[in-house]
């Protein structure tokens, strides 16, 4: 099709003075393959836009150089505009002659202007349709993980109107929230927090449970994800429009950190909330209970969150003393502060070292000496029991999962937030999330806010019937590709992946509702296989060598 | 005009640079223009030909300006525009261009002082060259 | 030298070799001094080839000048600078000149010399070095050829006992002593337990072969952590550095002679293994002093 | 697949000088995966020898093309049999064997390397590659647990170790490279069969191929 090109100039109510628009027509009508020009004031009001419409449609403009204001603002507005015209969408190319050109620049700026028009026209030539399609989106959810956080997504995603299927790999939904004692200062007891949002997970016609059950694949993309779901020995594949991870953690008392291996007196979390909940099973009231944190790994929230609240129930329900030898205890958590604020008033007292406490055995108690920084002394405590720290680790599973979703994990091998300042939730690849526990940095106010924003962005994510997407806007030439992997390594979005187009030859295809149209594979594709309509290379280069033409 | 050879040709992330330097027009804050300005939809699409392709057509300097370090839309982009900028360095340098003719630019969306500073900067680099 | 040091393996309760480095160029009169010197001290001079990859005189020529003094020479030969060809060539060579006894060495990398754009040879590896020898002193070579007038070569070998990992050593260290070495002349040593525990693991594998510990002279503090950093399978221990580092200024070398000796004797009177092949790189006219200070 | 490296901008200028007309050729096979000579390297150089030349001032001009396979005589012939017409000389982009069919087919024009041929190699990650095969003509993977010795050793020792293997088991030359006789040993250690690695191996065949190297198919 011969290329004929219609520039449309706006002088934005002739308020751009230092540009020579007269000027500018008439040398812009010499370009090559340029069949109309026209300047108006008001190109983005209706009777600027109804000009334009009937000067494509006479002079069978088939491409559209707008010369007006940035297309930050009116693109959209044009772009309809040529559909109206019965154009493609993408058959515009806008020059930015006042942000970038008038308003940027002290006196004339004509040449300028000139060559920023030229820039448009080179690449308008290139301009290729790009169609949009609807696809049908996958309503249906994957929550993995069934403790207290997946059940939370699945009844917050069912409250939006989305049915969830709920994977665990334990044989029972629950969880590590049962290993909390208590909240300080709640009156509700984990163990009735767990089983009432069980009882909602089993009662809610929207959430199929599936226990014992893990997933062992996972393909395709935001919208339409295929997964295979092994229970026992059976396997089946399903779909899901997006996909929860809410994995959770694992605590680890870390032999290195305490040379005397955990025994008797040395004790877990999990055994002092044993105590707690039955006290009197204990032989004698422990007098004086010992916490030490800050060892294995400062400024975690979630060892803190146990010791201040155990510590508590200590104080409140055996009475003994009770002692916290800490580093820098992190309270940024909502409510730690008060908490820890709390277990002052109490009596619990702090001890702050810098280096870490000598643990030794002294007449079957625990001997713990450190030197207190505040005190600028030795401590010597003789405890019944310690309370060893317990370090936050990713669960069994976590590497293999994450190379099987080709997700990235940070130096802990926790998930981490895709861009916490933009996107919180969402993970690299769309419309998987991950919440709580396996991103390795919880508390309940933060695991309460991932859960409610993941399922508020998958709500959004799936919201229309059909969705909308620029089909093959990025595109790989199938004949071009050399199945060299070098995009689908690069792609920050996980989505390309290698497919065979008609059996015969492996090559690279982009998804289009997983890709974020950044193009980076283009750029970095050495067998120059991979087209971005609107940023071609030729497109690209077209603008290029506008600036080295003689006007 | 500042002189036909004398020409920057500044690629723009559409996320940060390019609103930037209309927030700048906006603003009235001048700058030299014999910047141009093309728009990419990430630091991550420019690629080393573009680069090259630009200086062989005349420019005499080039900026690659994309999002804050950390806070690219797409993750890598801005940390792979900022190898290959070195990539292109030396393969200018080969080839006799002064490897300070090529820059990686990083704007956060309210930075339009400092893509004025970089463009002056450049724009001086290349008058003094 | 009173006996051939195939005898003196054999009759010996301690066996003393001592390192003849060749020098660069054609000017041998330094080491010939060195080998005056050692000649009668020592069972046998061992004279490297090609050192470190560094282009030099040659082994076998340097054998031959120990020939002259009357000494009895030892001929290091690597794999790394001759093919099969070659190497059988030289050897009939040195035993038509009498130089009959051989160490079969892998040789260093060309990387860590001084010719570094030289093509590596490697043609063969040190165990089948080994075995080629003894194909040799069968009266044949490597294809099978009749050799008209045999050789008997006495044929050593060497092994690195303070290598980390030390397991896939002693895997070759095994095949060595099966291919049959007369001696193993090991890399240096300074932590003798951990070569107590090697010792123990070449006498279940052979107890016939004789062992000569390696003794490289320290030469003060900085050496001994350069060689902790950069020279593969030799470890000082912490302990040594700071007794040399403790030494006043300018006395490291008489320090470096006294853990010398002190080493020599303990491995002598312990009876750790047969002998010792001491290294003195560079400093041959200090040897003298290191064995009189180990008692020798 | 066979790696490559571009050579320095220095050199090549060096071989085409007194040409003034030059078509550059790429290959869409090994060397465009390992990112070395296919149709974006064709573009890169030819941009820098444009840039060069032109700061020089005598511009050269620059033909590009990229062959879908160069050591493929046919195809070589298909894609630039016109553009050579139009050339002084050729720039090839392809290995060795890529730039040796050039010469043959266009026997009248110069044809220069701009590539190196280093290996037969594997990426290990993105935008790196290691060497994985010499090309000895006598396999013997099966014994050393899927590991070559004969280049992924410095020495291409088929008996063990040398006793240069540094710390940790890396290599004397480079600590950065692993020990390929201790990752033998790690491997056949994990699979129970050490005792191939006991095994002493006679001297290597170095004729296994004769150089230079022929195959013919067994049947036709």
Redesign the interface.
Known sequence: MQVRIGIFICNCGKSLNNIDFPKVKERVEKFQDVVYVDLSPTLCLKEGREGMLSAIRERDVNRVVIAACSPELKENVFGKALEEAGLNYNFLSMANIREQCSWAHEGDVTEKALELVRMAANKARFLQPVEKKDISVNKEILVVGGGFSGMKSALELSGLGLRTTLVERESALGGKLGEFEGFYGIETTPEEMLSSTRKAVEENGDIKVLTSAEITRVEGQAGDFTVRIRTGEKQVSQSFGAIIFATGYVTKILPQDFELKPEVNIISQRKLVDMLQAPERLERRPGTIGFVLDVSDENSRLPILFTLNNALAVKERLGSEVYVFCKSLKVDSEGVEKLYREARERGVVFLKFEEKPRISKEDGRVKVEARDVLLGEEVTLLCDFLVAEEKVLPPEGTEALSSMLNIRTDSRGFYQDENVHLYPVASERKGIFFVAGCKGDLDFTRTSTDISSAAMSIYKLLSPEKAIVEVEKVKVEPEKCRACLTCVRVCPHGAIQMVRVDTEKEVAKIYDHACDGCGICAAICPAKAIRFEGYADEQILAEVEAIGESL | ?NGEDN?I?AFCCEHSA??V??K???M??????NV???????A???????I????????AGVLVMGCQEG???????NT?AKE?VKYTES??K????DGGRVRMVNLAPDMAQRFIDEVKEMAEKIEGR | MAIQFREALKTKDFIVTAEAGPVKGANTEKVQGHIELLKDRVDALNVTDNQSSVMRYPSLGTCLLVKEHGGEPIFQVTCRDRNRLAIQADLLFAYSRGVDNVLCLTGDSIDVGDHREAKPVFDLDSTQLIHLVHTLNSGKDMVGNELDGGVDFCIGASATPSADPIEPQLVKFQKKLDAGVDFIQTQAIYDLDEFKRFMEHARKMNDKTKILAGIVLLVGARMAAFMNENVPGIFVPQYLIDELAQAPKGTGLSKGIEIAGRLIRQIREEEICDGVHIMAIGREERVPEILEAAGL | MIIAKRKPLEEIKNMLSGYKKILVVGCRTCVTICWAGGEKEVGILSSQLKLASSGEGNELSILEATVERQCEKEMVIEELRDKVQEVEAILSMGCGAGAQTIAEIFEEKPVFPALNTTFIGMPEAEGVWVEKCGTCGDCMLYWTGGICPVVRCAKGLLNGPCGGTRKGGKCEIDPEKDCAWVLIYRRLEKQGRLDLMRKYYEPKNYRAVQRPGRVEAATA
């Open positions: 005009m020409k040709v390019y609103p330097a209309n700048a027009g906006r009235r804050l001048h700058y030299p223009d141009r300005i093309i728009c990419v939809p990430c991550g699409r420019v690629d080393v030909q573009h090259l392709k630009a200086f062989e057509k005349g420019a806070a690219c839309q797409h993750l890598t982009g792979r290959r393969l200018l080969e080839v006799g261009i």
